[in-house]
């Protein structure tokens, strides 16, 4: 199995643009690993965790075309995760070609705000809609957490993320091969829920990857800060939910409490965990 991370900022991208601070000037001044888009993740070729505002930019950028994307696991709904203007793009009306079928799963809360928003500032027409399948090329699916159901090729399992109470935040397992991933933005601690499902199926991860939207001296409630991963890495390891040879990699970082990357990768590496950047890619 093979993760291309997209886009490794929080909402308001790494830069942002229309910040002076020390940590977008220094961004903006290293450059390469230190610029990033907001989230989105690709694994192998035909799945997709969000429909992100940035993945038409990291597509170009990064080389990997999403012409082969079949599925998208939709962690919510805020708007640095879900562009949905990108159904409409991604459409035969729009003069796409040989696209597959966008399977697009998320929770009820997602596909309700997705709904209305579409209804409201795109189509004017329902995604539930039969005549939406084929204008757009789509077909929602509504999960339900804490249960196994099958993408493709894919065993996923959808977890509440502790964000946003009412949206319904998901988190996301996803298997193949007997490899295994867990993409846990945007989330603050993992409930306890989430661990004890961890320990029911025997889940064990080759590559856990966690929110770290806020530095080492904030703290917030709804994303994880850097002394928070911390936490967490060192709880999956000894739980055994990381598989030995496993590894921890932050995404949805902001620039408020985060410097640029290398010396935030350096920090990182000290305290047992690794920081992902737009672009990379990791094959389990
Ligand atoms: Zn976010
Ligand atoms: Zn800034
Ligand atoms: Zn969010």
Known sequence: MRITFLGTAAANAFPEAFCKCRNC?????????????????LINTDLL??????????????????????????THAHADHLD????????????????????????????????????????????????????LNVRLHQINPLEYF???????????ANHAPGMG?????????????FYGTDTATLFEETWQTFRRYTMQFDLVILDHTYGKDQ???????????????NRLRTDGVLKPHGSVFATHIAHE???????LAAHAKQLGYDVAHDGLILTL
């Open 25 to 41: 000037a220094q961004a903006r001044k290293l450059g390469g690993l230190s610029l990033r888009k907001r989230s989105a993740a």
């Open 49 to 74: 965790i969000d429909l992100g505002p940035d993945v038409m930019a990291a597509a170009q950028i990064h080389g990997c075309p999403l012409d082969e994307v079949h599925y998208c696991l939709q």
């Open 84 to 135: 949905l203007s990108h159904l409409l793009s991604r459409s035969p009306g729009f003069g796409v070609l040989g696209a597959p079928v966008l399977d697009f799963y998320a929770s009820r809360e997602t596909l309700l705000r997705t709904e209305q928003t579409f209804i409201r500032d795109l189509a004017g027409y329902s995604l539930l809609a039969p005549e939406a399948e084929k204008e």
């Open 150 to 160: 099958t993408v493709g090729q894919y065993s996923v399992m959808a977890f509440p």
């Open 169 to 181: 935040a998901m988190l996301y397992s996803v298997e193949q091969n007997g490899r295994a991933l």
């Open 219 to 233: 703290r917030g409630t709804d994303h994880l800060s850097a002394n928070q991963v911390v936490e967490h890495a």
């Open 257 to 263: 409490g985060n410097p640029p990357h290398p010396e």
